[in-house]
T-cell receptor, first 111, second 113 residues
């Protein structure tokens, strides 16, 4: 069945770039998403990318998609303490009424 | 500002009790979802609904039921709560046309003693 995998933890120094990686198995995935969950809160959509795109940039966020390798990454430039959160990768197909989430990557920022 | 609200942020119940978790959205979304979140397991889909009175089982429906009598409201019911249902419960909604763009509520942390 469909699966989305991410590493569980990432620690980055404040001011550096963070790169969170994700792999997925469903080759018919149409949309790929990044969600952010701050402590004690629900998830919030950060950005999403269509499968016919390679890259999407939005201010400090850059999403890269390698469709051949089924690999998605989220780069956060100039990482700040407010970026501390759990980041979830997710995918869905055009016809699907639900999406598949990864287990989340906890990003911690060190001074 | 769009909103998904959940009836409680924290809830403590005893084993065997019937538990109701309520979720309301004000965006006229067709789809509504209930997830549970456990450390290291990510989000697991319990049930979802794509229309009033419609429901579909997710990946872990055992021990749960749902009700959607009105478009804006989706209720999760634990018929007889057990300690392994201690978890964070997240409600979400989305448009039918863009099902993966989910709007989440703040979550209900349920503890079953």
């Amino acid at each position: 069945g469909e699966d989305v995998e991410q590493s569980l933890f990432l620690s980055v120094r404040e001011g550096d770039s963070s790169v969170i990686n994700c792999t997925y198995t469903d080759s018919s995935s149409t949309y790929l998403y990044w969600y952010k969950q701050e402590p004690g809160a629900g998830l919030q959509l950060l950005t999403y990318i269509f499968s016919n795109m390679d890259m999407k940039q939005d201010q400090r966020l850059t999403v890269l998609l390698n469709k051949k390798d089924k690999h998605l990454s989220l780069r956060i430039a100039d990482t700040q303490t407010g970026d501390s959160a759990i980041y979830f990768c997710a995918e869905s197909t055009m016809s699907a009424s639900k999406i598949i989430f990864g287990s989340g990557t906890r990003l911690s920022i060190r001074p | 500002d769009v909103k998904v609200t959940q009836s409680s942020r924290y809830l403590v119940k005893r084993t065997g009790e019937k538990v109701f978790l309520e979720c309301v959205q004000d965006m006229d979304h067709e789809n509504m979802f209930w997830y549970r979140q456990d450390p290291g397991l990510g989000l697991r889909l319990i049930y979802f609904s794509y229309d009033v009175k419609m429901k579909e089982k997710g990946d872990i429906p055992e021990g749960y039921s749902v009700s959607r009598e009105k478009k804006e409201r989706f209720s999760l019911i634990l018929e007889s709560a057990s300690t392994n249902q201690t978890s964070m419960y997240l409600c979400a909604s989305s448009l039918k046309a863009l099902a993966g763009v989910l709007f989440f509520g703040p979550g209900t942390r349920l503890t079953v003693l």
